[in-house]
């Protein structure tokens, strides 16, 4: 779920590009939605129960565009084929749109940032909706025009997320946030892992994996925010332990402790509940009490959308509390949503924000400099 973060910084021409391709097509999908024109005398929908007066009339405008349109083309680096065809099921309930398609993929990070970017170069839009953890990617393509300018009444439930995360109220909101932590075989390596500095144990040299932070942007991002809160001795001597390097899949992370490759690897927490479940093997996941920081899966909607109407309409579920306790529970992921908890089955590996010691890292204030100079040290460190 990271994103390369290249040396030279591509999306730079991304977000050029965007801007360049947009204004011919100003015209195009993704514009706005007021309908002042569209007949909703009869428009119905279980949603539309629930409020009246201008709200009432705005969802009632987008749903009769949405059947119109009646598809959704969303791509995701988190979201697993199972539970998008669940959530899109429930939207289509809630929003008498029974006859829409879903057209989902989950890619990597990377993946789905090229996906982006070669569809923007062609000037053919086809992805409506997107989730990804890479906030240089959402911020570039806000810069460049890339996203639909759209502020869910939804989005006030994510004011607090701000202090941790990325956040854009009327481009782009992350709903959900999962964190690096590390993943212990206790078949393999058994003392717990309360510190950062542990993995310096001379136990576990050479049998455990380390993020490649010069290659991955939310490892970057993980290795800035530590930076700042543990001495530099601490990352010298994780060097001189001979860390492997991570495959950047936190579920290919989860299976190589699983099956003994390695004892230990410091990924992702919340895809260890689907591995254990998988393996029957008791992995154990800790959070270093010094902290750690959160990624932030965002979502927006592209500026060339072609189902823009649905792409709205979806935005709204997925923020409210219904689209929440569906993700969370399907997912295991933590939500800002106040009072969506992960489930219990998924505590051990997903702690309640509340419960996890985060270090508050607002990336939209790392400046690229910093960024480079932390990726430079790193590979200083590990030569790699």
Known sequence: MNRPAAKKNPRRALAACLTAVLALTACGPGGDDSGAQVDISGVTAPVLDKLTGAEHDRVARLIAQARGENELSWIDSVVAPTTATAMFAAFQQQYGLPGAKLTFERLTSGQLSSRLEQEVSAGQGKTDFFGVASPRLLSELADGNGLTQYDSPESVHYTAASKYVAQKPGYYIAPVAYAFAVVVNPGKYAKPVTSWADLADPALKGKWDVPNVSANEGSLYWYYGLRGKLDPSVFRDWAANGPLTSTGSSAEEAQ???????????????????TVAQTKVPLKVY??????????????????????AIAKLFDDWLLSEAGQRMYVEKEGIGSFYPGVDPPASAAPYQPAFSDMPIIPLNTDQVATSELDKARTEWKGLFSR
Do not use: M
């Not at 190589?256 to 689907?274: I, L, P």
């Open 287 to 308: 959070y270093p009490q010094e902290g750690t920081p959160l990624a932030g899966q965002t979502y927006a909607i592209t500026s060339t959308a072609p189902h823009a």
């Open 256 to 274: 190589k402790v699983a099956q003994g490759q390695v004892s230990v690897s410091v990924t992702s927490g919340f895809r260890v509940s689907q």
